[in-house]
């Protein structure tokens, strides 16, 4: 009886430190960088315009968060750095819309500590 005891106490041992080691490891984890990317985009001239714009933004792989300005006559939208489209890529899709494209520009997201959430 006091083996099996010693057993049963070993093995909730054992799973404890399992448990809490996995944890860890999964809080350890950051999350992925975010990138914004915002785009001029001039020839908008109508809410049409900037759904089908938009529609070509969201096929891009893990954008999210799309956006279309019309009367600022820009788009912007979040994506994770390691699937963040070129200038070129972009400029291409700007295009391809009908529309042509302008200044592009990339603005990493910092992620917030926990203590500052």
């Not at 933004?57 to 956006?67: R, T």
Request: glycine letters at 6%; charged letters at 30%; aromatic letters at 10%.
């Amino acid at each position: 009886m006091k083996y099996r005891i010693q057993s049963y106490s070993f093995l909730a041992l054992t799973w404890l430190t399992l448990f809490l080691l996995s944890d860890t490891r999964i809080h350890a984890q950051e999350a992925p960088q975010k990138v914004f990317v915002r785009m001029e985009v001039d020839g908008l001239s109508c809410p049409f315009c900037t759904y089908g714009l938009e529609k070509k933004l969201k096929k891009i792989d893990g954008a999210k968060e799309v956006f279309i300005d019309l009367q600022a006559g820009e788009a912007t939208f979040i994506v994770t750095k390691d699937k963040q489209p070129s200038k070129e890529k972009l400029e291409k899709i700007v295009k391809d819309a009908g529309f042509v494209p302008g200044k592009i520009s990339f603005s990493e997201i910092k992620a917030k500590k926990e203590d500052e959430r």
